[in-house]
């Protein structure tokens, strides 16, 4: 019992500590890592991550809002919040103290509970979950993806309650990008790594940009007097490197006349002057070099070479970029100057260096999808050899603290936008859905009997922890609030949420265009009753060594 205690007191001050956080006009916090970086986030996920958190049970509220950040990517503060909510209520239930016992205020039946079995509880709270899910449901309106004007409010509602939200260009950015990379009427799910975001430190976030095509962090090689320009592209992504090999082990030669010296020299510029040509043979006119630790990626007699065939060469392409590039111009990696042949060269309109974007980046653009014989695109999987649709983001921003955040902020859109993709609808904000689960589900349990009905109002009871936190973090009164809210939905506005912009309670949220994915918010009730239940039901810690 005693455990269960403890476990449920650290897990709820996990809770407690990011409440404050919730909602656009919710705080946020600075985080100082054990390295001695400074991070400054609203990000609930990205919060937990970085606090160090002991206690075994408070770290289950740390995996819980990880879960929500894949499950959803955003909602990831609502998670937790509502996880401590539910361990209060359960709390209760459990008769911990006869003075905190639990009263039901159901005019047929009073009684006092001394307390109820946690497997109870938490079966209850499952029953009531899925009951809350199916409210969610029936709450929810349908869109479609080519509506971009609501896609637009969903993102928008989402980069509200962050550090960057006065910001105009992020939302239509964060859509945009979305739509690019699917088929807007056939799309299923988006795989968010189509979306590339290059950080870039100077000006603001507003002149951050979209580009529909690839940006390299890597400048073009110009030492040698090569293209910086080049029109019809052909890119080939090399991992052998233009310079001569090392020795394996440390082994000297001495020459010791000039003719040895020669051949030498000669043997090394016939090595190269062959490697290049046949890189030309195969039409390649754009040489992207990926970065290796054992040798120089070019000399000075390669890169000669380069630009006497006409060659852009891009050299320090990291391996983890590798997979992004080959997605996105159709090229396929050549680990080997022999096996350098046209079908594994990418194709793209225009490469050329770009001075605009905050120092020097190198932009491909126009690049063509290459329709492959087996073009089954099929969403998900992945494996598809046909190139998908990629696009690059730049991101700008004074100083890196903002920069992350910015990133940060950009990915919940993309998450939330996700979310549509995958379940085409649509709640109201600000505290509506809850309320009105707490609603449905107070009427509920007056029809059923037992602790069943107990365990379903006191779930009820704590949803109601958001709008009262989104009240309370305004600077609102959140009892005025939370009774007119409760008040508002038995009269069936169903909507009636939140309003941080007028200070108090609006009949129908949505149009001051607060709107959230269907997804986040089922897949936040599932998650943190899911944890809750394993709270539960733990009744004892014990130490291995
Ligand atoms: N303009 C608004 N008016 C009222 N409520 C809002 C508004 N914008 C957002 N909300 C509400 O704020 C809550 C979301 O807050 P927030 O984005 O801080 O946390 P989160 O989404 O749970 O977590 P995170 O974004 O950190 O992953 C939602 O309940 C949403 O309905
Ligand atoms: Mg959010």
Redesign the pocket.
């Known amino acids: 019992m005693a455990v269960r205690t403890a476990n449920i007191v650290a897990a709820r001050a996990v809770a407690d500590a990011i409440r404050t ?4 006009k ?1 705080m946020d916090k600075m985080i100082q890592t054990g390295k001695g970086e400074t991070i400054i986030t ?4 990205t919060m937990l991550k970085d606090m160090s958190v002991i206690h075994p049970a408070a770290k289950m509220l740390v995996d819980l809002a990880n879960a ?2 894949i499950e959803a ?7 937790v ?1 509502i996880a401590g909510s539910l361990l209060g209520a359960a709390e209760r239930l459990l008769g911990k103290g006869e003075e905190r016992s639990y009263q039901l205020k159901i005019p047929l039946l009073i009684m006092k509970i001394v307390g109820l079995h946690p497997t109870v509880i938490a079966e209850a709270f499952q029953h009531a979950a899925t009951k809350a899910v199916e409210i969610l449901h029936s709450m929810s309106v349908p869109i479609q993806l080519t509506d971009r004007a609501t896609l637009l409010k969903a993102a928008t ?2 980069l ?3 550090i960057v939200s006065q910001e105009p260009k992020l939302a239509p950015m964060a859509v945009d990008s979305v739509l690019r990379v699917i088929d807007p009427k056939t799309a299923e799910n988006v795989d968010l790594k189509n979306i590339r975001m290059l950080k870039r430190l100077g000006g603001t976030i507003d002149d951050s940009e979209m580009i529909d095509g690839l940006v390299l962090n890597q400048q073009v090689l110009k030492s040698g007097g090569g293209p910086t320009r080049m029109e019809k592209a052909r890119i080939g992504l090399i991992q052998f490197q233009l310079s001569p090999p090392k020795p394996d082990m440390e082994n000297s030669i001495v020459v010791n006349d000039y003719r040895q010296m020669d051949k030498i020299l000669k043997e090394e510029r016939t090595y190269l002057l062959n490697m290049v040509k046949k890189i030309k043979k195969a039409k390649c006119n754009v040489l992207l070099i990926q970065k290796s630790i054992l040798r120089d990626a070019v000399n000075d007699l390669s890169l000669h070479f380069l630009a006497k065939l006409n060659i852009l060469a891009v050299k320090d392409i990291e391996r983890d970029e590798v997979e992004f590039i080959c997605k996105s111009t159709g090229c396929k990696p050549i680990a080997d100057v022999d096996s350098f042949t046209e079908d594994k060269l990418g194709s793209a309109d225009l490469i050329e260096e770009d001075n605009a974007l905050g120092g020097r980046l190198t932009k491909i653009t126009g690049v063509k999808p290459i329709s492959t014989p087996s073009s089954s695109s099929s969403s998900g999987s992945g494996t598809t050899s046909a190139p998908a649709k990629t696009i690059s983001l730049v991101v700008r921003g004074a100083n890196p603290l903002i920069l992350d955040e910015a990133e940060r902020s950009l990915h ?1 859109a993309h998450c939330v936008i996700r979310c549509l993709v995958k379940k085409k609808a649509l709640l109201a ?4 859905p ?1 309320i009105e689960v707490s609603h449905q589900l107070n009427v509920l349990s007056r029809t059923l009997t037992g602790t069943e009905a107990i365990c379903f109002k006191a779930f009820g009871d704590a949803l109601e922890i ?1 709008p009262n936190t ?1 009240a309370e973090n305004a600077g609102l009164n959140p009892i005025k609030v939370v009774t007119e809210l409760r008040h508002r939905h038995a009269q069936g506005e169903t909507n009636a ?5 007028s200070g108090g309670v609006r009949t129908d ?1 949505r149009e ?1 265009n ?1 709107l ?1 994915p269907l997804l ?1 918010s089922t897949s ?1 009730i599932e998650l943190a009753t899911e944890t809750v239940r394993h709270i539960l039901r733990i009744d004892d810690i014990a130490l291995t060594r």
């Open positions: 956080s919730l909602g656009p919710g609203n990000d609930g996920n929500q950040d990517g955003d909602g990831t503060t609502s998670v919040v509602t989402s509200s309650s962050k919940d904000g600000g505290g509506a809850e958001v989104l949420g939140v309003s941080i912009r949220i001051e607060v959230q986040v936040a």
